[in-house]
């Protein structure tokens, strides 16, 4: 009882403060807000299976990486992909200028082309604004897949807003 | 500047910020899930690399389709060595993760894919190729298991490659409740299922039996097979015959379904059940057929050097079988209860917020349950962090479990409080007005968790759980030792519940 009791204490304490920041990411991922939960309450069973091993230091890098599988997994079911169009994606539009809302707008229609690896490669990057070599802990894979990951995605996106002109800020 | 001339400016701008309507995500509810996880997971056991059907010895040679097969030779099977114990009413201990007690049985794998391949296949359970799947090279293995220190198997399991169909995995089961660990290896047919087609268990010496009796793991030692009704109503047909080799074999016919198992001269033992036509599956299998499966199997020698006997329990009321309606039947008790131990943390906290409660059913170590009723609670202050403080009442009623903290040196898992004396837990025992209370505490940088159990001398117990950043208002150690002291009763029907 001991060893169960300390593992789901700790685990609590980790879990609920990084409960919010994972919602946030697997909604950057998958577009829609109650898929993110579906996807971090998976996540969470499955990092909690394998707490006893976890190094607490790497928790939050393993945890975003149970994440980004769990997405991944989502990604293949065939009602998720019937259900996710580029309407479900983030698009807040409210008391944003015009510019802004059509560039969110675009870049979601983007992004959804972009293959899972892929889309969760750049949120990682830009979004979560992950180093590199975080960005590799989080998918599992070396840093220089998530540079050709990056610039092959980029490059996807580059192409898809081609023909777009819209002022972005930076 | 336009987005195809700097599309990662264009893409580092769109980022959503629309806020979160709130996370569903219940992280208990993730702790309950987990604990499923861990009890399906069984790390990959197997050969080095490529892994298909191997070629094995003569000897293993099996006539599953009623062809002519050679003759086996005599093979002898070794006695072990004497444990100076009983070793039915022994265990192993808990195998800590990253440290893996269970060696890579090659041997075992072999045997199995020769012998219980083509038997699943002819039953209609697998398919030509199914055992047809490769694993990593060993040196990725080693790789693995260096980078993160882990054991052989969770290396695997960490690569993806886990519950391949006829591919043994490293098994565990607790025992004596939780005092001990039954050790061996599983394979099944790699659905992901609660009631896979068929299991093969190969059973390290230790914490069982050789009488048939109820398997599971609620009694202790534990049954390798039964002689009673199980898969229908009707009792099977059991057989149970000593070899001149030393080896016993007992065999149950279900009729829909089949068990059998084999228990060798050195104390070890093989299992396996098939389902067959329990659920109108219409597969097929012989007594017969499964009896030359088993007896063509080899006796594997395992590291028994953690075995040891079981230390016996005090007496406690037993657990509950876990009742599906339980839970429905109990929502009204389980709802009062709660609202009333809500009453009286909100005359201290005024504004509680429930975010979930009812009536739960805690899994115990023999497979069995605790019966309780649990709140979670948002308490009406933040802490550091800046978030609300979480905190949860769980009422325990009588059944499964013993007062006061978990004994030094005890793995018991019939505590509710235990005391992780090597780590920086802090645990008090006291007695309070008649009542029995323990308390555990314990920190991860600045925030700090705590357990205040106490036992009412009529048989229930209630558990105030709370975990806070940085020091809080009345919300110190002697605050919520009193805080829950305060909680009443829960409804319960005392009589019901006298065990």
């Not at chain 1, 976890?54 to 997405?71: E, H, K, L, Q, S």
């Not at chain 2, 906290?349 to 975010?355: A, F």
């Amino acid at each position: 009882m001991s060893k169960r009791e300390r593992y789901e204490a700790e685990f609590e304490t980790f879990a609920l403060a990084q409960r919010d920041g994972l919602q946030r990411y697997a909604y950057y991922l998958c577009g829609d807000w109650h898929q993110a939960d579906d996807i971090v309450q998976k996540a969470l069973a499955k990092l909690f299976a394998a707490w006893p091993r976890v190094d607490p230091n790497g928790a939050p890098a393993y945890v975003r990486r149970i994440v980004t599988n769990v997405f991944f997994s989502h990604r293949r079911l065939a009602w998720v992909r019937r259900e996710q169009t580029v309407e479900t994606m983030p698009v807040q539009s409210l008391g944003r200028p015009q510019e802004e809302v059509d560039l969110r707008l675009t870049v979601a229609r983007a992004l959804d082309r972009l293959t899972p690896r892929e889309r969760a490669t750049l949120v990682l990057r830009y979004w979560e604004q992950l180093s590199v070599d975080e960005t590799a802990a989080a998918l599992g894979c070396s840093a220089g897949t998530v540079k050709s990951q990056t610039a092959r995605a980029m490059g996807k996106l580059r192409h898809q807003l081609d023909d777009v002109v819209i002022l972005a800020r930076a | 500047m336009s987005p195809h001339l700097d599309p990662e400016t264009a893409f580092a701008a769109a980022r959503p910020d629309d806020p979160s309507p709130g996370s569903a995500v219940d992280v208990r509810q993730a702790v309950r899930e987990g604990y499923r996880a861990r009890r399906r997971r069984r790390a990959v056991l197997g050969g080095a690399t490529a892994t298909g059907v191997c070629a094995v010895a003569a000897v293993l040679a099996l006539s599953v389709t009623g062809l002519p097969a050679a003759e086996p030779e005599p093979r002898e099977f070794a006695a072990g060595e004497e444990f100076g114990f009983d070793p039915a009413t022994a265990g192993y201990p808990e195998a800590e993760f990253g440290h893996d007690w269970a060696a890579p049985q090659p041997a075992l794998q072999e045997a199995a894919d020769a012998v219980f391949g083509p038997l699943a296949i002819e039953a209609g359970i697998l398919e030509d190729g199914d055992l047809d799947y490769e694993l990593p090279s060993d040196a990725a293995i080693q790789d693995m298991m260096d980078e993160h220190g882990f054991g052989y198997f969770d290396a695997l399991s960490e690569m993806g490659y886990q519950h391949l169909p006829l591919h043994f995995d490293a098994w565990s089961v607790p025992a004596a409740d939780g005092q001990v660990f039954l050790r061996g290896f599983m394979a099944d047919d790699g659905e992901d299922t609660e009631h896979p087609a068929f299991t093969v268990t190969a059973l390290q010496p230790g914490g069982w039996t050789i009488e048939p009796g109820p398997t599971g793991p609620a009694l202790f030692p534990q049954h390798l097979i039964s002689d009673q009704a199980s898969w229908t109503e009707e009792a099977p047909e059991f057989t149970s015959e000593d070899l001149e080799d030393g080896r016993t074999i007992m065999l149950a016919d279900h009729g829909c379904a089949l068990e059998a198992a084999v228990v060798y001269p050195n104390g070890s033992a093989l299992t396996s059940t098939w389902d067959l036509d329990c659920h109108g599956q219409g597969r097929e299998m012989t007594v017969e057929q499964l009896r030359e499966a088993m007896l063509a199997m080899p006796q594997i020698e395992y590291d028994t050097s953690e075995l040891a006997p079981a230390e016996a329990l005090p007496d406690f009321p037993p657990a509950w079988a876990y009742d599906a309606d339980w839970e429905t039947e109990a929502a009204a008790d389980a709802q009062a209860s709660i609202d009333a131990a809500t009453a009286t943390l909100d005359a201290v906290h005024p504004g509680m917020e429930v975010t979930s409660s009812g009536p739960a059913q805690l899994e115990t170590a023999s497979d069995q349950a605790q019966r309780s009723y649990f709140a979670s609670y948002n308490m009406p202050f933040e802490d550091a962090s800046g978030y609300p403080v979480h905190a949860s009442v769980w009422y325990h009623l009588p059944g499964g479990w013993l007062a006061g903290l978990t004994p030094e040196g005890s793995t018991a898992e019939v505590y509710l409080i235990g005391c992780e004396s090597e780590k920086d837990d802090v645990c008090e025992e006291t007695e309070v007005d008649g009542r029995t209370v323990a308390t555990r505490t314990f920190s991860i940088g600045a925030t700090t968790s705590t357990w205040v159990a106490v036992f009412d001398p009529a048989g229930w117990a209630v558990v105030f759980e709370t975990m806070a950043e940085g020091p809080l208002d009345d919300y110190a150690y002697d605050d919520l030792v009193a805080l829950a002291l305060a909680l009443p009763a829960p409804v319960y029907d005392a009589e019901e519940y006298d065990r």
